[in-house]
């Protein structure tokens, strides 16, 4: 039997325990592993040699809050200065979210692995801006992720 679907309105925007005012979509394309090329002469066939794994992408958009100084505006600023994020989350429902791999361990000279750090970033790479007279101003934003993104 198949599972309830998800209802988008659950969804929302976040940098930590910031919830980013006005926005009303996300999408997440996962990433992509690079393929190398390996044929030969002589074979008849294409022959893939799969590299490293790419973190993907995140693009979200909504309207326009100047004054959202912790949501809005403090991704613009994170994008002016070149910031990496590591808590940005893309919910889906009120507790279910896509983030960051935050999950890695450390090595330490008593073999304990210690709390989780960091592994994995997402960094703006542009934001738009844009009005209408007809109707709200709007803002969307593009980030790329620097490693593994995992659900949560």
Known sequence: ?????????????????????????????????????????????????????????????????PTDTT???????????????????????STHYWRPNRTAGYWSPSLTTGAGTPVSTIRITSFDIGMDASGLGTISFTAKASGAMVRN
């Open 71 to 93: 949501g809005q505006g403090a991704l613009e600023q994170a994008f002016v200065l070149g910031t990496d994020l590591t808590d940005l989350r893309f919910y889906w429902d």
């Open 1 to 65: 039997m198949a599972g309830n679907a998800i209802v988008g309105k659950d969804g929302k925007v976040a940098n930590g325990s910031n919830k980013i005012i006005g926005m009303g979509t996300w999408q997440f394309q996962p990433g992509s592993i690079e393929e190398f090329d390996a044929t030969e002469f002589g074979d008849d066939w294409e022959k893939i040699q799969y590299g490293i794994k790419r973190g993907g992408t995140v693009s979200f958009n909504g309207h326009l809050y």
